[in-house]
């Protein structure tokens, strides 16, 4: 699978400072900065240090079976079109020779919404979809339960509070406040596209 996340620091020196740091225990495949320049730090075959604690789908050692892909980004401002462009060239081929589907290509608060927000509300899914590298369903479901819709698009066991964050991040960015009805009918649609898929 594809892990996406962004790296929380104030720009790209800083980042690719502690991702090359042995001593942080962190790193990643690759990184992308805002002006769209491309640095590898992992081979793609080679396990990094990207995903920590956490699951999807029933897997729990999310490092040994994906590529992590950090986007130089505070994760309060809009990722740039630089950058946008270089990522989607990057994941349709890496997506191509390693055989990814769409599904599998998830953001880091999907596998660990406990204690992970990226990469965040202002990552544009949507587009990525519309160019067949990530899952967005249109449209909404029944209005079924939500935990079990959750459980069944990948979500780890999670506070309920965390899971429905990390859930509005992907899929409804914009929704504030207590679980409504808008997100049990969308998180039954999508769950029901993760299971076609």
């Keep these: 699978m594809l892990v996406l996340h962004y790296t929380g620091m104030r ?14 225990e962190v790193s990643a495949h690759f990184v992308i900065c805002p002006r769209g320049t491309l640095f590898q730090l992992v081979p793609e075959e080679a396990r990094a240090w990207h995903a920590g604690a956490g699951g999807w789908t029933g897997v729990s050692d999310i490092n040994s079976r994906s590529i992590g892909i950090e986007l130089v980004n505070t994760g309060a401002q809009p990722f740039s079109e630089p950058q946008m462009q270089v990522l989607e060239a990057l994941m349709r081929d ?54 079990p819709s959750l459980t069944a698009i990948g979500y780890p066991p999670a506070p309920p509070e965390k899971r429905l964050q990390a859930f509005r991040f992907r899929f409804d960015p914009a929704a504030r406040g207590p679980e409504t009805a808008r997100d049990r009918r969308r998180a039954s649609a999508v769950a029901a596209a993760f299971i076609r898929a």
């Design 11 to 24: 720009d790209a020196e800083a980042a690719l400072e502690r991702l090359c740091d042995p001593g942080a």
């Design 94 to 147: 890496l997506m191509g020779r390693h055989a990814i589907l769409p599904r599998d290509v998830i953001g880091h608060s999907d596998m660990a919404p406990a204690r992970k927000d990226d990469p965040g509300p202002r990552f544009d899914w949507r587009r990525l979809a519309r160019h067949g590298l990530a899952l967005w369903p249109e449209g909404m479901g029944a209005d079924l339960p939500l935990g």
